[in-house]
């Protein structure tokens, strides 16, 4: 039962983090209170400065008659804290995370100074008017000013006014305004407490749902990025050839009316050879289909490695048939293109002893060359390519130019 009793307030006071996220809290809490707690030290700095002008004017006679002496001593010391104070912390602020420790401890030293002085100078007020404002006021800020875990500023809050309660009857005589200061002051402290309490708390929820804001984001991130590369990778796939690698019949049709525009409207020369494996049916039907792949991918290798320039599209147009457009390129050029080609194939020595023209796997291709203008047509264009291709079929191994 008590292990439970403990792990309740342990969860009640402490919001539950990663180490690594407990390090990163620490040093954006000790950013806040290095910053503020400059602030506050010039405020006091500036306070302290107006005060001591108006405590000498007005008690320039007895400066040194109680209790003045004892006000006056205590506004030098706060003066003096206050500097030192901000001297330090302006050195800290330079590297935070390297003074991680140093500016948590000089924090809690800065706030206990406060506390035990707003509540010297609450006392010393006993001796003349009564009132415990200054140290209510210390108390109430100092739980809206820094951000502390709640155990250490409960610490240091109990043993503060601890002090205070106990010093009181020392500095009052009436057991009434001793009996109103202390329920008052303990109530500041409780509520002040409290107030400190749930500033921590959402100050550490609103970290750890910023954490959880940035991981999603970061999980978004890497799920887009994981989708434009499934994306690009489809866009590939349905513009290439699956076996051979090469642009498919359909990105062929998309690119060849693209460049049929151009080379019309700059009366521009357009080739086109389509390629043909011969006897592919034999040589797939006896050596087997796997062959029959490795085969098309030979010649489709081939084809590339010769149509070298950005421009020049090998397509894969059906089952072992290849076009090749080469756009800027006369007939001659693409003869000659052809006829590279045509050795390359042979020089690869594939075996294909079910052929009629060799004992090893070549291709035959026709030619067509063109300068697209308004009286011609792409249909017309490939189709003649298409005849040509089927010349060079009646004889095998060869080219035909339309």
Same mark, same amino acid.
């Given at each position: 039962m008590p292990a439970r009793i403990v792990e309740f307030i342990k969860s009640f006071l402490i919001t539950p983090m990663s180490d690594s996220d407990k390090a990163e809290f620490t040093i954006s809490i000790n950013r806040i209170n290095v910053v503020r707690a400059k602030i506050t030290a010039i405020t006091f700095i500036i306070l302290e400065v107006m005060v001591l002008l108006m405590h000498y004017r007005m008690n320039?006679?007895?400066?040194?008659? &109680?209790?003045?002496? +004892?006000? %006056?001593?205590?506004? =030098?010391?706060?003066?003096?804290?206050?500097? @030192?104070?901000?001297?330090?912390?302006?050195?800290?602020?330079?590297?935070?995370?390297?003074?991680? &420790?140093?500016?948590? +401890?000089? %924090?809690?030293?800065? =706030?206990?100074?406060?506390?035990?002085?707003? @509540?010297?100078?609450?006392?010393?007020?006993?001796?003349?008017?009564?009132?415990?404002?200054?140290?209510?006021?210390?108390?109430?800020?100092?739980?809206?000013?820094?951000?502390?875990?709640?155990?250490?500023?409960f610490l240091v809050y109990l043993t503060i006014h601890l002090f205070f309660l106990i010093a009181l009857p020392y500095f009052q005589e009436s057991k009434q305004l001793i009996f109103g200061n202390s329920l008052n002051s303990t109530t500041f402290v409780i509520m002040s407490w409290a107030i400190s309490f749930m500033r921590y708390k959402k100050q550490a929820e609103e970290f750890n749902n910023k954490k959880i804001i940035l991981k999603k984001n970061d999980e978004l991130r890497l799920i887009n990025m994981q989708l434009q590369e499934a994306n690009q990778k489809l866009k590939i796939m349905s513009m290439t050839d699956s076996l051979t690698g090469v642009i498919n019949r359909l990105n062929f049709e998309t690119i060849i009316n693209d460049e049929w525009s151009r080379c019309k409207r700059h009366s521009i020369p357009l080739s086109l050879i389509m390629v043909d494996i011969d006897f592919f049916k034999q040589f797939n039907d006896n050596y087997g289909h796997q062959a029959g792949?490795?085969?098309?991918?030979?010649?489709?290798?081939?084809?590339?490695?010769?149509?070298?320039?950005?421009?020049?599209?090998?397509?894969?147009?059906?089952?072992?048939?290849?076009?090749?457009?080469?756009?800027?390129?006369?007939?001659?050029?693409?003869?000659?293109?052809?006829?590279?080609?045509?050795?390359?194939?042979?020089?690869?020595?594939?075996?294909?002893?079910?052929?009629?023209?060799?004992?090893?796997?070549?291709?035959?291709?026709?030619?067509?060359?063109?300068?697209?203008?308004?009286?011609?047509s792409i249909h017309e264009f490939i189709s003649s390519t298409d005849k040509a291709l089927y010349k060079a079929k009646e004889r095998r191994n060869c080219i035909y130019v339309f």
């Open positions: 320039r006679e007895n400066l040194f008659n &109680s209790p003045y002496i +004892y006000y %006056g001593s205590m506004y =030098i010391l706060n003066l003096a804290a206050m500097i @030192a104070f901000f001297a330090i912390f302006t050195r800290l602020e330079v590297d935070v995370p390297k003074h991680i &420790s140093s500016i948590r +401890y000089t %924090g809690i030293f800065f =706030i206990v100074f406060i506390l035990m002085w707003c @509540a010297g100078i609450s006392l010393l007020d006993q001796l003349t008017n009564g009132q415990v404002i200054v140290y209510t006021v210390a108390v109430l800020s100092v739980a809206i000013t820094p951000i502390y875990e709640p155990g250490i500023l792949d490795n085969c098309i991918k030979l010649i489709a290798d081939v084809l590339k490695a010769y149509a070298k320039r950005s421009s020049d599209k090998v397509a894969r147009y059906g089952g072992d048939e290849f076009v090749v457009l080469l756009p800027h390129t006369d007939k001659e050029s693409a003869l000659n293109l052809a006829e590279q080609m045509r050795k390359g194939v042979e020089e690869k020595s594939v075996p294909h002893l079910y052929s009629n023209v060799s004992d090893h796997v070549t291709i035959s291709l026709g030619i067509n060359t063109i300068i697209p203008s308004d009286e011609s």
